[in-house]
């Protein structure tokens, strides 16, 4: 798959010109499922691959492999890790939420880590990413509900899939191949641009939703 470059952006300092390079989009995925060797996870892998061969960075959260305790109001954020944590989902541009449809409902591991943050969404992408039978619809509407609570913005479509889609750890199915190369372009594209627009309103003074978050974290 080859991806057009990213725009440089030129700035002129007297006589001299410098060109700066745009950071590359940081992607946060988070793996909502407590299954060794998930559907989930491989779909996610395959979407990895390409937002690397698209320049983007990528963090994985498996939280089979890396689980959190159960959030506490009073304990959670003087905990050991947290401020780690914490400063993986500040770096992120982008929050790929993926989870498995358990009773038309997020997973419990992806609700407790969505309510470990609250601010440290705002302004950001959510890519909701849904294993079900049942299309996931219901998943992916709390997903956005959360996104709305939280001042984020959300893809206006998710991913979907069955296990039926999936064998021996590879997508078999053409459908989702290409539902997964347009979840892949869309991320890249609209995350950007809302990463560079979300910078500008942190260095900005206009009464935009994002001033109330302007500390010195967020803004630099």
Not at 138 to 158: F, N
Request: with cysteine.
């Amino acid at each position: 798959m080859r991806w057009p470059a990213s725009p440089r952006v030129t700035a002129r300092c007297g006589r001299r010109e410098q060109v700066k390079s745009p950071a590359p989009l940081h992607i946060l995925a988070v793996v909502g499922t407590l299954t060794r060797d998930s559907a989930l996870s491989t779909v996610v892998g395959h979407a990895m691959k390409d937002w690397k061969t698209a320049g983007c960075s990528v963090d994985v959260l498996d939280l089979e492999k890396e689980p959190l305790a159960l959030f506490n109001p009073d304990l959670t954020r003087i905990q050991p890790g947290y401020a780690e944590l914490k400063a993986r989902v500040d770096a992120a541009d982008v929050l790929i939420l993926a989870t498995p449809d358990y009773h038309g409902s997020i997973s419990g591991a992806l609700k407790n880590f969505l309510d470990y943050f609250w601010h440290e969404f705002a302004g950001k992408l959510f890519v909701t990413m849904v294993a079900s039978h049942e299309k996931g619809l219901t998943v992916a509407d709390q997903l956005r509900t959360v996104a709305r609570q939280c001042y984020a913005w959300t893809l206006p479509y998710s991913v979907a899939f069955s296990h039926d889609d999936l064998k021996n750890g590879k997508i078999v199915s053409e459908a989702l191949k290409r539902r997964v190369e347009m979840m892949v372009r869309d991320t890249r594209v609209y995350g950007e641009l809302l990463a560079r627009q979300r910078r500008a309103d942190l260095r900005g003074h206009e009464p935009g939703f994002m001033a109330r978050y302007k500390t010195g974290a967020n803004a630099s």
